[in-house]
């Protein structure tokens, strides 16, 4: 009995998201275990941990692991395998990339890891590069490009569009590899890295120089170097943003980003909030590999993506039902679910509001029913922190399928939903005047649906809010007529302050849908 009630409150301890699946991602430069919650088409990470072993280090000079880093890795690995036990998951994968696949020593550090009850799987470059653009394309669905996974080991490229991948292959252009591509000279050591660099990428089958950046697409950077990158792209434009997922610059921007990367002194990098050591050692050389792509790839512009291997694991397993799913409607129902906002409320509160206050030109339905649903979630909070944390969720929490418009409209309809209508300066700087303007509109109109009735469906089903010939118009049926109180004759007045329409009440015998 005691056994159980440790083992239930360490599973407590994950919070509202139950812990179903684990991968353990074993790579050249770190071994990683992340466990995922949630729905499985927007997962949540509700444990992630790493160990930088640097499994691959000595494989360029000796071809081998080397005694101490496997050492590391094994000692990171077995706590890892208790974690899972204590936890009770048992849907563990456990893969192993670059370092153990081309050391000659590979097989017996694998024969150890099953020593202690994993078994994992060496996976190929090309399967490594597939996996890592189904991550992309879970996470982006109309993804189309080239999508540039890069890790300790190697560089996979694979080209994505219409949900499919094609020409996948693996360079052997890893973080640890690339001081290798260093000239002698210090002074010219970027060029003769860039020179190598460019020959290597073309050696390997990649030159869409020739063709016009609109037809190469985007190109889609997979790994913690780039996304590093993008932090200290991030802050140098004061992007009001922290999460990388998703941050998009043009290639000329792209290019400008690379060559100041490219001269930076590592030491000066380390400083910088966000940027881990081990990153800020490899951004200056990843910084010349990037310049390689750009000339070779020629994208239209650089995204910079958080799903790769793992999340590419995790939407293979999927069925094509829910490979379907729109992610970050995915993501935000199971979201709100757990904090006592049901999607089915949302989305009937969607409905009742849509006549007055639909998607327009700046957004889409699927955007305003993400907002209903994660404002309906804020409500659930304690008042006094309400709306700064249900507005932080909107901008920080880490959603898919989203940009920074869209982030910016959930938060202005949340905002308006708790009837604040001066909106944060970092909301403002994301979207435009009028963009922000439609996404208020969805919130003071969610905010006269949930106050109508103190959020009953049966408020919904006797009640209709509509535009006609004459302004806005709230019918309630003769039952509920009561229910127009001092509250209500507010929201509409706001409401209609904003539509800029006249208002009124019609009581009627029944609702007609």
């Known amino acids: 009995m ?9 599973s407590s301890g994950l919070g509202h998201t139950s812990a179903e699946r684990a991968i353990i991602d074993i790579g050249s430069n770190t071994v990683r275990l992340v466990v995922y919650g949630g729905t499985m088409r927007a997962p949540t990470v509700v444990l992630n941990e790493k160990v930088t072993a640097k499994l691959g280090r000595e494989i360029a000079a000796t071809g081998r692991l080397a005694d101490e880093a496997m050492a590391l890795a094994l000692r990171g690995l077995k706590r890892f395998a208790l974690l899972l036990a204590d936890l009770g998951i048992k849907d563990i994968e456990t893969v192993a990339t670059a370092a153990v696949r081309d050391a000659a020593n590979g097989p017996d550090f694998v024969a150890q890891l099953r020593a202690i009850g994993l078994n994992p799987r060496v996976i190929s470059g090309e399967e490594e590069a597939l996996l890592s653009a189904h991550g992309v394309i879970g996470a ?22 219409n949900g499919r991948t094609d020409s996948a292959s693996s360079l052997p252009l890893g973080t640890l590899r690339l001081p290798d591509h260093r000239g002698k000279n210090p002074k010219t050591a970027n060029t003769e890295m860039r020179k190598s660099l460019d020959k290597a990428i073309r050696k390997g089958g990649w030159d869409l120089s020739a063709t016009p950046a ?6 889609y950077l997979v790994g913690g170097t780039w996304r590093a990158m993008a932090v200290y792209a991030m802050a140098l434009r004061g992007w009001p943003l922290s999460d990388p997922h998703g941050f998009a610059i043009d290639a000329a921007a792209a290019q400008d980003l690379a060559v100041a990367l490219a001269a930076s002194e590592s030491e000066a990098l380390k400083g910088r909030e966000r940027i881990s050591s081990m990153r800020a050692e490899k951004l200056p050389d990843a910084a010349v590999l990037l310049q390689a792509l750009l000339a070779r790839l020629a994208p239209e512009q650089v995204v910079f993506s958080s799903w790769g291997l793992r999340e590419g694991l995790l939407y293979d397993r999927l069925p094509e039902h829910t490979r379907l799913q729109d992610p970050l409607l995915a993501g935000v129902a199971t979201f709100a679910s757990q904090r006592a906002a049901e999607p089915t409320l949302a989305t009937r509160m969607a409905a009742w509001t849509l006549d007055a206050a639909p998607a327009r030109e700046h957004g889409s339905e699927r955007l305003r029913m993400a907002a209903t649903m994660l404002a ?7 008042p006094n922190i309400r709306l700064p944390q249900a507005i932080n969720w909107a901008l920080h929490k880490r959603w898919v399928g989203i940009d920074g418009k869209g982030r910016a409209m959930l938060a202005a309809a949340i905002a308006a939903n708790g009837n604040q209508l001066t909106l944060p300066a970092e909301v403002r700087a994301l979207a435009s005047p009028e963009a922000l303007e439609e996404a208020v509109r969805w919130g003071l109109a969610l905010r006269l649906a949930r106050r109508l009735g103190g959020q009953s469906l049966r408020s919904l089903e006797v009640s209709q809010l509509a535009i006609d010939d004459t302004g806005l118009v709230l019918r309630l049926a003769t039952s509920h007529a009561a229910l127009f109180g001092q509250p209500t004759e507010k929201d509409m007045k706001l409401l209609a302050g904003r539509l800029g329409l006249p208002w009124r009440v019609e009581i009627v015998d029944e609702i007609v849908m």
């Open 2 to 10: 005691i056994w159980k009630w440790r083992r239930e409150a360490r």
């Open 140 to 161: 982006f669905p109309d993804a189309r490009g080239i999508v540039a996974d890069l890790g300790g080991g190697s560089l996979e490229l694979v080209r994505v569009a």
């Open 214 to 219: 609109a037809s190469n697409g985007a190109l």
């Open 376 to 382: 309906l979630a804020g409500m659930q909070i304690e």
